[in-house]
């Protein structure tokens, strides 16, 4: 994803250690109980093997980070609140550990979900 040449040697981030780090950031968002697939072979391949950056897709086209978040949000809370907060986070998170730009976060609410019935 970025390459960067210093007297020491190369650094390569790749497209999955972005996508770990705006996973992590998501699910510590308020209002997000879950990370969703995008589709259902998506959702099938997690089921078999747990993917850390579930949910999560980075497309870099060497000047352009974007990213899309598929997320599930408390039953009750203000989607679009949600939404932006976790965009916001995510943006904060990936920005500092990168050091480089977002160009967007596509937030996609692919369900709500009920997490406490008392």
Do not use: C, W
């Not at 992590?24 to 109980?33: C, D, N, P």
């Not at 089921?47 to 060497?62: F, L, M, N, S, W």
Request: hydrophobic letters at 45%; aromatic letters at 6%; proline letters at 3%.
């Amino acid at each position: 994803m970025t390459n960067e040449t210093t007297q020491l040697g190369s650094i390569h981030v790749s497209p999955k250690a972005v996508a770990t780090i705006a996973f992590q950031a998501a699910l510590q968002s308020y209002g997000v109980v879950g990370m969703a697939a995008k589709n259902m072979v998506d959702g099938l391949a997690n089921a078999i093997a747990k993917d850390p950056t579930h949910g999560v897709e980075v497309h870099y086209d060497g000047q352009y980070i974007n990213i899309d978040l598929y997320i599930i949000i408390e039953y009750g809370t203000r989607i679009k609140s949600v939404a932006a907060s976790v965009a916001n986070t995510v943006r904060y998170h990936v920005e500092k550990a990168m050091g480089l730009p977002i160009n967007e976060i596509n937030v996609h609410v692919q369900g709500l979900r009920i997490s406490n019935l008392d």
